[in-house]
C-alpha cells in the first residue's frame, strides 16, 4: 500500500445545532490560548529537530510525539471550530489521540530522514504555501452604501464556512460538497506542514483529497500499517505500567504536572529572550547611525509651500532631568533645512502662543502627517500674504537663518512648542529639506548585553519546552478504556497475535 504518511481523519458527526456555530468562537477561546502556548513550543522544538536531522538524520522521538500532538490538537479545534464546523462534539485539552472523536489526526514516524531535507523543505513546499496562501487569502469587496472606504474581506475557506454555517441556520443540515472540501483543504494544509516540520520525509502530493479518510487508507487497520504504538483497550497507556500502586500514579501525575509547568514556564522565558534579542538589535542598529557628535538624524524630507511659513505645532514637550540627559541624552535634538535652489532660510523654535500671535491672519502650512518620502499638510485660514521677517522677532527660545545648510540645536524645555521654516524676510514660496536628529548616548555596551541575555534566556527556555514537551509526548497513546478487553468473535477460538511490522514509504523505514 503506497499510502501517504500523514493521516488526517474527518468523520462526518450528526445532527449539528443550527445555532452553537454562531458562538463557538468564544467557546474556543480556552483552547485559543493554551495552542498559542504549544505552538510557539512547536517552532522552537521544530527548529532544534532541524538541527538533529541534519547532523544524525534521526527526529528526535519525544519532539515527534509532542509536535504531532499539537497538529492533531489543532486539528481538532479546526474540525469543532471554523476550519470546518464539523462537529459539535467539544475538542478535548489533550495531545493524545481520541479514537472515538470525529476529528484525529496520525503520522507515521520517520525512522531516517535524509541529511540535507532540512536545508531545502521549507523551500520545496513553497509551491504548495502559495496554493493554500491563495484559499485562505482575504479577497476585497467594495461595498456600494454611499462609503467609498467600506470593504468587505473574505478567503475562499471563510466564504465557504460562512455558507456551511449560514445552511446549518436555516436548514439545520451541512452542505456536504463545501464539508469535504473543507476537509480536503484542512488535510492539504497539515500535509504541507507536517513535512516543513520534517514530521516525514515524503513530499505532499498535490491533491486535494476529500471525504472522512484518506483514499488509501484502510480505517480498520490505520495503526498497525502506519507502525505506530497500539494499545489493547482497556490496557494502561504504554508509559504507566499496568498493577502500578495508587501512590505510583499520583507520583506520575506530578511528574506531567511538572513537564506542563516547565512546558508554560519555558514559552515565557522564550518570548521574553526574544524580546530582549530583539530589543537589543533594535539598540544596536540605532547606536550603529550615531554619527560623531552622538546624533541619530532622519532621512531628508522635502516640503513646499505657497504660503510664509510651513510649522510643525501643539508639541507637547517634557525636559528630562540632568540623570537622564546626561545618559540618554534624548533632550538635545538638531533641526537641520537646506533650500534647493541655495537661498536663504530661516528655522525657528517659539512656544506656540507666540507663534500663533506671530502668523495671526497669514496662511501657512501646518505639517500633520508623514507617508514614506511625503508630507501631508493642513491649511491654516488666513490671507496670502507676507508675514513679518521672523529674523526680527524676539521670542524664539532657538533660531537660525543663513544659505546652504542652515542647523538649529536646542536643548529641550517643558511646555508646548512650535516649529517653523520660513523665508528670513517672511515672503511666500517655501521650499526646504529637512532633517531631525536628537543625540543619544553609547548604547553599545547595553546592547549587546541585551543580546546576550536574549540568547541565554533562548536556551534556557528550550531546554525547559524539550523537557517539558518530551515528556508529554511520551503520554501519546488512546485513553484506556474503562470496560472489559473484548473478547473474540463468538464462535471463534483465541486469536493469534501477530508481531506488527511497520510498512516504510519514502523515507520512512520502520
Aim: overall charge neutral.
Amino acid at each position: 500500500m503506497n499510502r501517504y504518511p500523514v493521516l488526517v481523519r474527518a468523520d462526518r458527526d450528526a445532527p449539528l445545532s443550527r445555532w452553537l456555530w454562531l458562538v463557538k468562537w468564544l467557546l474556543l477561546i480556552p483552547h485559543y490560548v493554551v495552542l498559542a502556548f504549544l505552538w510557539v513550543a512547536f517552532v522552537a522544538l521544530t527548529l532544534v529537530a532541524y538541527v538533529a536531522v541534519l547532523f544524525t538524520g534521526r527526529y528526535p522521538r519525544g519532539i515527534f510525539d509532542f509536535n504531532v500532538g499539537v497538529l492533531r490538537w489543532s486539528w481538532r479545534v479546526g474540525y469543532y471550530g471554523y476550519e470546518v464546523l464539523g462537529t459539535d462534539r467539544y475538542p478535548p485539552f489533550t495531545l493524545a489521540e481520541v479514537p472515538d472523536y470525529p476529528a484525529d489526526l496520525q503520522i507515521d514516524y520517520p525512522r531516517e530522514l535524509p541529511h540535507w531535507l532540512p536545508l531545502v523543505a521549507w523551500l520545496l513546499a513553497i509551491p504548495h504555501l502559495v496554493f493554500i496562501g491563495a484559499l485562505n487569502a482575504s479577497g476585497t469587496w467594495q461595498i456600494n452604501d454611499g462609503m467609498p472606504q467600506s470593504f468587505l474581506q473574505i478567503s475562499v475557506v471563510g466564504a465557504a464556512v460562512l455558507l456551511v454555517g449560514l445552511a446549518l441556520l436555516f436548514t439545520g443540515r451541512p452542505l456536504r460538497g463545501l464539508h469535504d472540501l473543507l476537509i480536503g483543504v484542512g488535510r492539504w494544509t497539515l500535509r504541507v506542514v507536517a513535512y516543513v516540520a520534517l514530521l516525514t520525509g515524503r513530499y505532499p502530493p498535490f491533491r486535494l483529497d476529500q471525504g472522512s479518510h484518506e483514499p488509501d487508507d484502510d480505517p480498520t487497520d490505520a495503526r498497525a500499517v502506519s507502525g505506530l504504538d497500539t494499545a489493547t483497550p482497556g490496557s494502561p497507556p504504554p508509559d504507566v505500567p499496568a498493577g502500578l500502586p495508587p501512590a505510583a500514579v499520583r507520583s506520575k501525575d506530578v511528574n506531567v504536572a511538572a513537564r506542563i509547568v516547565a512546558l508554560v514556564a519555558g514559552v515565557l522565558v522564550l518570548l521574553t529572550g526574544l524580546g530582549l534579542g530583539i530589543g537589543g538589535a533594535a539598540v544596536l542598529a540605532l547606536d550603529a547611525h550615531r554619527d560623531s557628535a552622538g546624533y541619530v538624524t532622519s532621512p531628508g524630507l522635502t516640503v513646499h509651500s505657497g504660503t510664509a511659513a510651513i510649522t510643525v505645532e501643539d508639541l507637547e514637550l517634557q525636559a528630562g532631568n540632568a540623570w537622564s540627559r546626561a545618559v540618554v541624552g534624548f533632550d538635545d535634538v538638531r533641526v537641520t533645512v537646506s533650500n534647493p535652489g541655495g537661498r536663504p532660510l530661516f528655522v525657528g523654535i517659539g512656544r506656540q502662543s507666540d507663534v500663533d500671535r506671530w502668523l495671526t491672519g497669514t496662511a501657512h502650512d501646518q505639517l500633520v502627517g508623514i507617508y514614506g518620502d511625503s508630507a501631508r499638510f493642513r491649511r491654516a485660514a488666513g490671507s496670502d500674504q507676507a508675514v513679518s521677517p521672523p529674523t526680527a522677532q524676539g521670542f524664539w527660545v532657538a533660531s537660525e537663518a543663513g544659505t546652504g545648510e542652515v542647523q538649529l540645536d536646542w536643548r529641550i524645555e517643558t511646555g508646548q512648542f512650535a516649529v517653523v521654516v520660513a523665508n528670513p524676510d517672511g515672503t511666500p514660496g517655501v521650499d526646504a529639506n529637512v532633517k531631525v536628529g536628537t543625540r543619544i548616548g553609547d548604547f553599545t555596551s547595553l546592547g549587546w548585553g541585551m543580546v546576550g541575555a536574549g540568547a541565554a534566556l533562548a536556551l534556557i527556555a528550550v531546554l525547559l519546552i524539550y523537557f517539558g514537551a518530551s515528556g508529554l509526548g511520551r503520554r501519546q497513546a488512546p485513553p484506556p478504556s474503562s470496560g472489559p478487553a473484548p473478547g473474540p468473535p463468538r464462535g471463534q477460538g483465541p486469536t493469534r497475535t501477530e508481531p506488527v511490522v511497520p510498512v516504510g514509504t519514502g523515507n520512512n523505514r520502520g
